[in-house]
């Protein structure tokens, strides 16, 4: 029984770290249609050259260079420029709901 809620743990932490990201208008790379991508918990390293306010704005610049660094398939910077605008927006969420208190977050939908 131990094992099993070891495990359990191990996926509720993931799931608290990546967020899976459907798109409405998949990208194209080379033959295959990218429909879905995971958004990784940013670390202080992804981070690197960016300002944090920028990034918490929502700065269009500062999220496009933020997505290829915690994007699985990786994003080109050229790809996160073609985004769909709904796209890019559903990922930027994804993004910045890593900066909320799992606390607060719980509260203020309670």
């Known amino acids: 029984m131990k094992k099993q809620n070891e495990v359990a743990t191990v996926a509720a932490a993931e799931n608290e770290n990546v967020k899976k990201v459907a798109l409405t208008q998949g990208l194209r790379r ?12 940013p670390n202080v390293m ?3 050259g960016l300002k944090l306010i920028e990034v918490l704005s929502a700065d269009v610049n500062a999220i496009g260079v933020l997505l290829p660094r915690i994007t699985s398939p990786s994003l080109s910077k050229a790809e996160v420029q073609a985004l769909d605008v709904t796209d890019f927006v559903e990922l930027t969420t994804a993004v ?15």
């Open 30 to 41: 080379g033959d295959t249609t990218i429909d879905e991508i995971e958004v990784f918990r």
């Open 96 to 110: 910045l709901s890593f900066f909320n208190n799992k606390d607060e977050t719980e509260t203020m939908y309670a």
């Open 46 to 48: 992804s981070l690197k």
